[in-house]
């Protein structure tokens, strides 16, 4: 289960799964980021473990110079072919968040869409933040978009079944020493296919405290993709915002 990840992302039945999360909701976002950053199209975005690009190709729609990287080559694969037919230019390679080495600097750096807390420990969990902060220009910004601890305790859906291009979808959520775990079963006709998730629950102080040490600077929190101001309890996100 430790390398949970490489087995889900690199699965076909991943977007499949995640079809809700749409363009809607990431431009809703990428909007909130780039109001609240003031960047310029002369300034260059790193996105981290960027899927299948769906952040990277509005933000290199709006011209923007986006770098993006993935571990999964499934999902890397699809980025490029939903870059291609979206007509823009992206740059995307296939990396580890926790062994990233590039000599390009960066004005901002997106984590988005809780690809954070994977890895078994805080060591590993932090390691690209400690590198984000060595591929930032001075005044550059981080954003992370995480969930929201206490709200997903609180509002934990233990079961849920759904019906999606003739696949049966049951997820079923537990917490077990302070990390939220998913089994995903997909039943498609005879054939029948099981995932996992497991991410780690930190909270608002957890997160801020780790990024001061190595440098950053809280700026803002959020607690949705309309941008409406982090409530402890009744977000259901936790999009913070760092300066370095």
């Known amino acids: 289960m430790e390398n949970w990840f490489k087995d889900w ?7 499949n799964v995640y079809k809700h999360r749409d363009d809607e909701d990431a431009t809703k976002l990428l909007e909130l980021i780039l109001k609240k950053t003031n960047l310029t199209k002369q300034n260059s975005v790193l996105d981290a473990a960027c899927g299948a690009g769906r952040h990277s190709i509005y933000l290199a729609s709006k011209g ?10 499934t ?8 870059a291609k037919q ?4 992206n740059d995307f390679v296939c990396a580890d968040l926790r062994n990233i080495c590039f000599r390009k600097k960066f004005d901002l750096i997106i984590n988005l869409f809780t690809s954070f807390g994977y890895f ?7 390691k690209f933040i400690n590198t984000a902060y060595s591929l930032l220009n001075q005044n550059g910004f981080y954003v992370l978009d995480y969930f929201n601890k206490n709200y997903l305790l609180a509002n934990l859906t233990a079961e849920n079944e759904k019906l999606i ?15 939220i775990i998913k089994e995903i079963q997909i039943k498609n006709g005879l054939e029948e296919q099981h995932f996992i998730e497991s991410v780690r629950l930190y909270s608002k102080i ?10 950053f600077i809280p700026v803002s929190a959020f607690g949705n993709y309309d941008g409406t101001n982090y409530d402890e309890q009744n977000s259901s996100r936790l999009i913070l915002f760092f300066k370095k």
């Open 9 to 15: 992302f690199s699965s076909e039945e991943y977007l």
């Open 64 to 73: 923007f110079n986006v770098f993006g990287f993935d571990l999964s080559k």
């Open 75 to 82: 999902l890397l694969s699809k980025a490029k072919e939903y």
């Open 86 to 89: 979206r007509s823009v230019k």
């Open 120 to 126: 078994k420990n805080d060591e590993e969990n932090f």
């Open 165 to 179: 291009d003739g696949r049966i979808i049951i997820e079923r959520r537990k917490v077990v020493n302070d990390r």
């Open 206 to 215: 957890e997160i801020e405290r780790e990024f001061k040490k190595i440098g």
